[in-house]
Every structure is written in structure tokens, then in C-alpha cells.
């Protein structure tokens, strides 16, 4: 199985680190996986993208046009992806960053209000965890526990003791998603 995922939001949102975790949670799980971050040179503040495709198969190319996942945090980032998602696929997106929100009848939409747990955790770095966690409950296109591998594998050593507060993160994602 082949899912092509569209993650999308503002540069310092852990767009790119999201979908980098993501990438290399499928390599622990012994997955076909492409990893390709777009962002403009604002970098924090400005608009940023990563495709992600998880296969079981060898992926011919990591460019899409289309994506059976797009996860949208800001509302800039839904008015370009909302049409992109093909017919049937599912677009999740943050409540707290969306104005106007998803419209589209033959896709499944999702809301989590990510921002608002990650505040009521006390920790707006685990905002893009939180987010993942939902993707997971909704599309499982890895494992918790190629996840928690890979975050040991990611993230530089020192930061190994945030690990259980990443995965509980995940955890809370899990449960507040809301198909709208």
C-alpha cells in the first residue's frame, strides 16, 4: 500500500521535522520512503511543505500533484491543497489556524484543535506531535511503535528524556481528532 501525504503550515509549526519523523518512522518498519521539504527563504514565519509517501512498494517519483493525505495548519496552506486531495483521501486540519474551513464533500475531513491541547499540555513544542497522533488514528500508515523508534533515531541524544512527552503527545492527537 502507497499513501502520498501533503503536510503544510507556517516555517517554526514542525512542519518539515513532522514529516521527517514520519519518513523515518516507515524506514523502521522496513517501508519504501521519500522525505521532500519545500520552504521559502523566510523559513520561520513563511510557508512550508513536505510530501511524504510511505509505500510497501518501490515509489517511482516523490513529486505529486495530487495527495490521499493533506494535513493543512494554516489557512493559506488549505486554500492551495483543499483541491489537491483526491477524491475519497482525507484533509485534517488545526481549528485554531483555519478562518474559513474545508468545504469539499467527496473527501473525509478531520479537525484537531492541536494548538489548544499542546497550550493545555504547557508545551507548544509537542503542537506538531499532537498533530501526527491524529494522522495516526485516522490513516495508521506506521505504528506507534515505529514512531517511538524513530524518534530515538531522529532526535539528536540529548533530547531522548522528551521522547515519553512526544509520545503522549501522540497519544492526545489520538483522541481529539473529529471527523467534521
Not at 8 to 32: N, R, W
Not at 79 to 93: A, M, N, T
Not at 155 to 177: C, D, Y
Request: charged content about 25%; hydrophobic content about 40%; aromatic content about 6%.
Amino acid at each position: 500500500m502507497k499513501t502520498e501525504i501533503i503536510i503544510s503550515g507556517f516555517g517554526g509549526q514542525g512542519v518539515l521535522s513532522m514529516g521527517k519523523i514520519l519518513a523515518y518512522s516507515g524506514l523502521m518498519e522496513d517501508k519504501e520512503v521519500t522525505w521532500m521539504p519545500a520552504y521559502g527563504p523566510e523559513q520561520r514565519g513563511g510557508t512550508a511543505n513536505v510530501t511524504v509517501i510511505v509505500s510497501d512498494e518501490r515509489i517511482s517519483s516523490p513529486i505529486l500533484s495530487k495527495y490521499d493525505v493533506a494535513i493543512v495548519l494554516n489557512q493559506p496552506s488549505l486554500d492551495k491543497f483543499e483541491q489537491r486531495v483526491k477524491p475519497g483521501g482525507i484533509l485534517i486540519y488545526d481549528g485554531f489556524g483555519i478562518i474559513n474551513p474545508p468545504q469539499r464533500k467527496d473527501i473525509n475531513i478531520y479537525r484537531i484543535d492541536a494548538m489548544d491541547k499542546a497550550a493545555e499540555m504547557k508545551n507548544s513544542k509537542v503542537f506538531n506531535m499532537i498533530v501526527l497522533g491524529g494522522l495516526l488514528k485516522v490513516c495508521p500508515v506506521v505504528s506507534t511503535d515505529g514512531l517511538n523508534k524513530a524518534l530515538f533515531k531522529s532526535l539528536p541524544e540529548r533530547h531522548h528524556g522528551l521522547i515519553p512527552l512526544n509520545m503522549e503527545a501522540v497519544g492526545e492527537g489520538m483522541k481529539i481528532i473529529e471527523k467534521q
